[in-house]
């Protein structure tokens, strides 16, 4: 193996880690910080990491108002929203729970796909490992969910399930910016987030107003900005233009256990049979959907670029 594909290899499970990592610390910082001021904060941070080093490169954003547009709906669907959701669904369920509902975001991109693009037809695997993923879900958030009525926990594991469908709509949008750094449409995109979660935090929680965070979510929070947000991209930017898609396709496989190892030794969460069994359909199904059909086809880095990437 030469020393630039253990490069790759060695970023890529650093990736998996960092946005792993995200649903630890964002339940640990919501325990004295309310949502929107920590997804305000968070976007805060990476906006202006991410503006100094366009800074060092010596690039500035786009003035096009059609890109900022983009940059828009990009920051809805992959900023705004799906950060929120999480955030609020984390006060009420394990952060292993969260990482594992949202690990489905590439069964969602292939259902949309195929419904708005129609590009490709789907194969009976595919749609046999969609029907897998979706009873993942079913099976995590348990089938007697409907008849108790959305509340408590099901309603905080409904909203993590939306956020993941935020996401599916961001990466199937993403391809407007084709052709532009990738560093590009995340600056913007943060940048649009940090312009309307700041003024939307300080008029609906007025965070002045609440006591003071505890130390361990102050510090959640700086991680969550600088790492698993700046600090991500800043891989994931690399990873873009060394292994195409494989970087951020390979979180899709292992982010799930990644957060739902942090969450059993550092916060001491115990997920569920029907938690683990869950994972293990939502594996299965994503597998299934990637996976080439002849056994000797199997290589690593075409398996990885077919499946669409997941965000933190």
Do not use: H
Not at 55 to 70: F, H, I, K, N, T
Not at 101 to 110: A, K, Q, Y
Not at 208 to 220: G, K, N, T, V, Y
């Amino acid at each position: 193996m030469s020393a630039a594909r253990r490069t790759d290899l060695a970023l890529l499970l650093l990736l998996s880690l960092l946005w792993g990592a995200s649903y630890a610390l964002i339940r640990v910082a919501v325990e004295t910080i309310p949502p929107l001021t920590l997804v305000a904060v968070r976007v805060t941070i990476a906006t202006v990491l991410l503006q100094l080093l366009l800074a060092r490169q010596g690039s500035a954003l786009p003035r096009d108002p059609v890109l900022w547009r983009r940059f828009a709906i990009q920051a809805a669907m992959n900023g705004i929203l799906p950060f929120s959701l999480i955030a609020w669904g984390e006060q009420r369920i394990d952060s292993g729970l969260a990482g594992v509902l949202n690990s489905t975001t590439p069964i969602f991109v292939f259902l949309f796909a195929r419904l708005w693009t129609r590009q490709e037809p789907a194969t009976l695997r595919q749609l046999g490992g969609t029907l897998l993923g979706l009873a993942g879900i079913i099976a995590i958030v348990g089938p007697t969910a409907l008849r108790a009525g959305l509340s408590g926990d099901v309603l905080a594991q409904a909203a993590v399930v939306a956020a993941t469908i935020c996401y599916a709509v961001a990466v199937l949008f993403g391809r407007n910016f084709a052709g532009l750094p990738a560093i590009v449409p995340a600056a913007g995109s943060t940048a649009v987030s940090a312009l309307v979660m700041v003024p939307l935090a300080l008029v609906i929680e007025r965070p002045w107003e609440l006591p003071m965070p505890s130390a361990a979510s102050i510090l959640a929070l700086l991680a969550l900005g600088t790492c698993s947000t700046a600090g991500a991209f800043v891989v994931y930017f690399r990873l873009l233009g060394s292994l195409g898609s494989v970087g951020t396709a390979s979180v899709a496989y292992l982010r799930a256990a990644v957060s739902v190892g942090i969450g059993v030794l550092f916060l001491g969460e115990v997920p569920s049979w029907r938690t683990a069994g869950g994972l293990a359909l939502v594996l299965v199904g994503v597998a299934a959907m990637t996976l080439p059909f002849k056994p000797r086809a199997f290589r690593f880095r075409s398996i990885l670029a077919r499946v669409p990437p997941p965000t933190v």
